[in-house]
T-cell receptor, first 111, second 112 residues
Framework: GQQVMQIPQYQHVQEGEDFTTYCNSS?????IQWYKQRPGGHPVFLIQ?????EVKKQKRLTFQFGEAKKNSSLHITATQTTDVGTYFC???????????FGTGTRLQVTL | DAGVIQSPRHEVTEMGQEVTLRCKPI?????LFWYRQTMMRGLELLIY????????DSGMPEDRFSAKMPNASFSTLKIQPSEPRDSAVYFC??????????FGNGTRLTVT
């Protein structure tokens, strides 16, 4: 079945440094959703990418969808302690209703 | 809107006991999902419903797990009998066709 891998599994940065997580799939992705889960919390939707090569920005967050639709990335510029959490990518597998989550990247930010 | 409501927030039970987790989706959403989250396996989709009908239960680990959705505003996930390896956080989520998922706060289950 489809596997959506994320790298790195964990990253620890100092506040102000940049951070990037990558989402890779063995098969073509239909569309990509990104979620953030704070420690002890639940996943919260951030953004959806649909088109090949699409780039979207939310303040310090930049999301990209690969040209071949087999990968995606999330880049955070100048991290803040509020960025702490686990970031998941997710894709619809087969049908347009079954969302499969990637393995997640846990981000730790220290002062 | 109150969001997706799950109960209980925490459940501690002994091995062999029956556990029932409850979920109230957002009104108007036609999809409901049950996920399980562990450190080892991440976020796993157990089962999902569309218009109260189970569509895909291939993620349900074994016959000890069952889920129902008797109406559009309520769903249950039952484990009988429970085992220590079932310890995890169970999330319910709802959505309106292919739109982003809205997750509940989860139920942290501990089976001793």
């Amino acid at each position: 079945g489809q596997q959506v891998m994320q790298i790195p599994q964990y990253q620890h940065v100092q506040e102000g440094e940049d951070f990037t997580t990558y989402c890779n799939s063995s098969t073509t992705l239909s569309n990509i959703q990104w979620y953030k889960q704070r420690p002890g919390g639940h996943p919260v939707f951030l953004i959806q990418l649909v088109k090949s090569g699409e780039v979207k920005k939310q303040k310090r967050l930049t999301f990209q969808f690969g040209e071949a639709k087999k990968n995606s990335s999330l880049h955070i510029t100048a991290t803040q302690t509020t960025d702490v959490g686990t970031y998941f990518c997710a894709d619809y597998t087969g049908t347009a209703s079954k969302l499969t989550f990637g393995t997640g990247t846990r981000l730790q930010v220290t002062l | 809107d109150a969001g997706v409501i799950q109960s209980p927030r925490h459940e501690v039970t002994e091995m062999g006991q029956e556990v029932t987790l409850r979920c109230k989706p957002i009104s108007g959403h036609d999809y409901l999902f049950w996920y399980r989250q562990t450190m080892m396996r991440g976020l796993e989709l157990l089962i999902y419903f569309n218009n109260n009908v189970p569509i895909d239960d291939s993620g349900m680990p074994e016959d000890r797990f069952s889920a129902k959705m008797p109406n559009a505003s309520f769903s249950t996930l039952k484990i009988q009998p429970s085992e220590p390896r079932d310890s995890a956080v169970y999330f319910c989520a709802s959505s309106f066709f292919a739109s982003p998922l809205h997750f509940g706060n989860g139920t942290r289950l501990t089976v001793t």
